[in-house]
């Protein structure tokens, strides 16, 4: 077993570690001879696709989330309404949608009962249907009109971690391709956007060899009741994740909540010694919203908060503010997401093992949830 493990202690410290090479190998032959994206399996032809006026992610757990990074980019590149929701509410719901929708399903395993479910329902209405999944031959691609495999490899420790960073760059690769097809500003940018994401596995490895810190603070807290995660952007998603894994891993009450939603509710929750790790968008973000978010770390900390902060390479406004700094190297904000989400799995990983938990098999949870 431990051979397996490939020296490490667990699935998922291996699977962390291996996140360089679940994008890398995600993006791989994603060209053809003319330099234009494709994707792995398609019965829709490029007319289908340049009708679509509407898209809609569907998916469960950490999938869901790489689905609402998905959406920031997907929006921002085509211009085509993106709606997130999780399958099983999507299912039961009544939605709006007919053969210009396209109903792209995440999934790891490809076989998440509610997932098919939503995926089936959708088909039915006469949507097209898209799957991102990383699991070759399983059912919700089968069942799909056009496929976009992961290739993070197999996932074994029950909470995602790979999976979840070659779902968000699938993402991308899907809203690049439809920017291409349909033409648009975005279209030229395709091929530079491409090239940024090429690095982005050699910044997640120098990002690995930082965790030093990371994984002392999650020591220290071992007794820690409940952490809350602000995010902002494509940051808010991540938050949400880091507040996921903490309660599957570590059984810790957690919540990710918008950053701009702090003033209208969750500040109540703030006293002395809180933790509070701060997803800090890019200075890069538009509409000045780092400034924003440096904000709302002021204001948390002056109310007692004990705040966490993961911020970029070189952004140094966040350092009054901040009891803990953590670093990632610098991206454009919508990629960052492949960077900030890895502090918060190491932290999740290492409190889970600071408490003597079984981190690759949390209570209650399974790795694919086959019953609805
Ligand atoms: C289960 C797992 C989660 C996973 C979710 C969706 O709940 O415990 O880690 O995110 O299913 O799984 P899928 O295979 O559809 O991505």
Redesign the pocket.
Known sequence: AAAEKGGYATFMEKEINEQPHAVGDTLLGRTDDEGRLVLDQTELSEDDLRSIDKIVII?????AYAGMVAKYAIEHWTRIPVEVELAHEFRYRDPVIDEQTLVVS????G??MD?LMAVRHARELGARTLSICNTHGSTIPRESDAVLYTHAGPEIA???TK?FLAQITASYVLGLYLAQLRGGTYADEAQSVMKELQGMPAKIEELLGRMGRVKEIARFMADTRSVLFLGRHVGYPVAMEGALKLKELAYIHAEGFAAGELKHGPIALIDAGQPVFIVVPSPDTAHGLHGKVVSNIQEIRARGARTIVIAEDGDEEVVPFADEVIRIPQSSPLLAPLLSVVPLQVFALHLSTAKGLDVDQPRN?????TVE
């Open positions: 998916a469960c757990g950490t999938a995440i999934s790891q395993s076989e998440t997932t029950v909470a995602s999976a949870l399974a790795k694919s949830v």
